[in-house]
C-alpha cells in the first residue's frame, strides 16, 4: 500500500475536468511489467489530506471488500463559521444526487424518496470562538459531499464550501478552498491487523484556523 497526503485542488480521478490527478501520478508507481498502484477510494478535489493506494491486485481487492464492509474509519476535520448547537451529534439524513447542468450535487431528503442513499455522520466541536469553530466529523458512510451537505442541513456549511452555501471569508480573510481535511485513516491491513495514517494540516488550514482562535 502507498498512502498519500492529498493536496487541494488535486483531483483524486478523471472527471469532468481534463487535468492531471493523483490516479495520473500513479504511474510514477509502475512497476517494470507496467502494472501500477490503484487507488482504494476517493477525496473531493478541494479536500486535503490522506488517501490510499494499493501497490498490487490483491491488496486492492482486500482492501476494497473491507471498505464495503464499512472496516475503513475515517476522521475529517473542518472549520465552520459558527460552532453547531448542539457541539456534537450524529446527523442521520438521506441523500438524493442531482445534476444541475454539468454539476453534480447531493441534497437533504426525507426518507422513502426514489434514489435517495441512506446517509450517517458523526460530528465533535474541538474548539470554538467568536470567529467560528474547529469541529471533527466521522462518516458513517460514504456518499458523495456527504460531510458537506450534512453540516449545511444543520445550518453550518463548511468555511470556502461555496456550493453549499459556506462563507468565503472567516476572521476577516479569504478561504481560497474548501476546509476540509481528511487527518486520519484507520482500516484493516491485508497481512492481518489494522493500520492507522495520519495527515498533518496544511499550512493554510492552520493559519485560518489560527486567525479564528482555533489553534491546536
Do not use: C
Amino acid at each position: 500500500m502507498i498512502a498519500f497526503n492529498k493536496p487541494s485542488g488535486l483531483s483524486s480521478q478523471g472527471g469532468r475536468i481534463q487535468a492531471h490527478t493523483l490516479d495520473d501520478l500513479l504511474w510514477a508507481f509502475a512497476r517494470s511489467n507496467g502494472k501500477r498502484p490503484e487507488l482504494v477510494h476517493r477525496l473531493d478535489r478541494d479536500t486535503s489530506g490522506v488517501i490510499l493506494a494499493a501497490k498490487t491486485k490483491p491488496a486492492a481487492g482486500f482492501l476494497g471488500k473491507a471498505m464495503q464492509a464499512r472496516k475503513f474509519s475515517k476522521t475529517y476535520l473542518a472549520l465552520l463559521s459558527a460552532a453547531p448547537e448542539p457541539r456534537g451529534g450524529v446527523i442521520d439524513a438521506p441523500l438524493l444526487r442531482q445534476e444541475i447542468g454539468r454539476e453534480s450535487y447531493m441534497r437533504v431528503v426525507e426518507s422513502g424518496v426514489e434514489g435517495a442513499q441512506a446517509s450517517v455522520s458523526r460530528y465533535r466541536t474541538l474548539a470554538a470562538s467568536d470567529e467560528g469553530a474547529l469541529v471533527e466529523l466521522e462518516p458513517q458512510t460514504g456518499r458523495m459531499h456527504q460531510l458537506r451537505v450534512h453540516m449545511a442541513a444543520i445550518g453550518r456549511p463548511l468555511v470556502g464550501d461555496v456550493r453549499y452555501g459556506g462563507a468565503l471569508t472567516a476572521a476577516g480573510r479569504g478561504a481560497a478552498r474548501l476546509m476540509l481535511h481528511a487527518s486520519k485513516l484507520s482500516f484493516p491491513h491485508p497481512e492481518g491487523g489494522r493500520t492507522t495514517v495520519e495527515a498533518p494540516l496544511p499550512e493554510d488550514f492552520q493559519a485560518l484556523a489560527q486567525a479564528m482562535g482555533l489553534g491546536r
